[in-house]
């Protein structure tokens, strides 16, 4: 009996989140929030999670609403890589 080993598929990890930061050349930061629920006292808490992504084109500016998607590390900090806007900020 040979049993056939296959590899699972992977699994795309897409986050939505605003952009903070566009001063750098091709990357930028991100924001994601989440509300979490304290253990004591059971008010909701915002927690804020800085991303780093590649944008290639540099198309997104501060304030926007974009989609990235988990890669390979590009560098140090940055593991995401923009998918696409999905709203721009007011200018």
Known sequence: MSAE???PE???RTIL????SDKMEKS????????VKHPTFGKYIRRRTKLMFHDAKN????????LVRQTRPLSARK????V??????RR
């Not at 930028?28 to 509300?35: F, G, I, M, T």
């Not at 500016?61 to 974009?66: I, Q, Y």
Request: glycine fraction near 2%; aromatic fraction near 2%; charge should be positive.
């Open 5 to 7: 080993i296959t590899k």
């Open 17 to 20: 989140c605003t952009v903070t």
């Open 59 to 66: 198309l997104t500016k501060s304030g926007d609403e974009v």
């Open 79 to 82: 593991k995401f890589e923009l």
């Open 84 to 89: 696409k806007v999905v709203r721009e900020a």
């Open 10 to 12: 992977s699994v795309e």
């Open 28 to 35: 930028r930061v991100a924001v994601v929030e989440r509300l």
